[in-house]
Nanobody
């Protein structure tokens, strides 16, 4: 059974920093592209950052220079370090694991989400 368990959500002041982590179980972690998505009230879920199994990262323009995604394949964990947080970063943050197979399609798994609220 695949499980992605996020942790680290909470209330953060504007301009502050905060970190999220996502521990994966039930997958061969090193083969998966890992991502963080977020969904604010009334908005669609959007990609925040992703990191390939080779360690290449990709960021949404809105978080470039402020957020850093990293992974530890030995611990089956992906991290999102957030800094210079803004109220518009308030959302439920979801961890995603994705593996594309040439022939048989895509494995796509989601965590349950963790709330990050940026407010004074």
């Amino acid at each position: 059974q695949v499980q992605l368990v996020e942790s680290g959500g909470g209330l953060v002041q504007p301009g502050g920093s905060h970190g999220l982590s996502c521990a994966a179980a039930g997958i061969i972690f090193k083969f998966y592209v890992m991502g963080w998505y977020r969904q604010a009230p009334g908005k669609q879920r959007e990609l925040v950052a992703s990191i390939s199994n080779g360690g290449m990262s990709n960021y949404a323009d809105s978080v470039k220079g402020r957020f850093t995604i990293s992974r530890d394949n030995a611990l089956n964990t992906v991290y999102l370090q957030m800094s210079s947080l803004k109220p518009e970063d308030t959302a439920v943050y979801y961890c995603n694991a994705r593996r594309v197979y040439v022939v048989s399609g895509v494995d796509d798994y989601w965590g349950q989400g963790t709330q990050v609220t940026v407010s004074s």
